[in-house]
């Protein structure tokens, strides 16, 4: 059977749940055909770091790379889906067994499968992991809660260790119905210059176990 692409972006509008003490979403019409205007069109006022986006590393750092600068390698190609069953934050011990090497994406599916509420329920990693997976040199993080690191200093420390590993993050994905496994990735983040974060679109296609 042939596997389908699986579009795993939240909708992004003023439903949207931002991290606290971000803004809101603003997404409102300038010019309405139904006002009698020639055509309809629209205002996107948003925190880059809304909805399902990619963090630079500039998030972190102020001479960091902006987002702009993300390869176009890291943004497709092969990745693994995880599912994390135990309750966060995760230890390096839960990805012992995986295999992990240099280069790869993984996508870390959290008992929800999606994010729907504000933090503290976030899945996240602990500092100890994101040593484990800085140390793997892995290419990309992603995962389906508004932050890869708990909420707190702790947290702020998981993001700077990934992001001087060079590992780019992409936050708030809906990975609900995503199987654990192989798949084919495409996260296109905006290309906003010197920005550090962009709303993404991200696609998957599960891997067939053959093809894994």
Same mark, same amino acid.
């Given at each position: ?90 230890? #390096?011990?839960?990805? &012992?067994?995986?295999?992990? +090497?240099?280069?790869? =994406?993984? @996508?870390? *599916?959290? %008992? $929800? ?74 996260? #296109?983040?905006?290309? &906003?210059?010197?920005?550090? +974060?962009?709303?993404? =679109?991200? @696609?998957? *296609?599960? %891997? $067939?176990?053959?093809?894994?």
């Amino acid at each position: 059977m042939r596997r389908q692409w699986m579009d795993v972006t939240q909708p992004l509008g003023p439903e949207t749940v931002v991290w606290p003490g971000d803004p809101p979403v603003v997404l409102e019409r300038f010019s309405d055909q139904l006002r009698g205007e020639v055509w309809t069109a629209s205002r996107l006022a948003t925190s880059v770091h809304a909805g399902t986006h990619v963090d630079a590393p500039r998030h972190y750092f102020a001479s960091g790379a902006g987002v702009e600068t993300m390869p176009p390698w890291v943004c497709v190609g092969r990745a693994r889906v995880l599912h994390m069953i135990a309750p966060p934050p995760w230890p #390096a011990a839960v990805f &012992l067994a995986q295999r992990i +090497g240099r280069g790869q =994406r993984l @996508l870390l *599916r959290t %008992r $929800s499968g999606g994010t729907a509420s504000p933090p503290p329920s976030v899945g996240a990693l602990s500092l100890e992991a994101a040593r484990f997976l800085a140390a793997r040199r892995i290419a990309l993080v992603g995962i389906d809660a508004p932050s890869i690191g708990p909420q707190g200093e702790v947290g702020d420390e998981v993001h700077r260790v990934l992001l001087s590993a060079g590992i780019w993050i992409v936050e708030g994905l809906d990975l609900a119905g995503v199987p654990a496994g192989g798949c084919d990735l495409v996260c #296109a983040p905006l290309r &906003l210059p010197g920005a550090d +974060g962009a709303p993404a =679109r991200v @696609l998957v *296609r599960p %891997r $067939s176990p053959r093809r894994r």
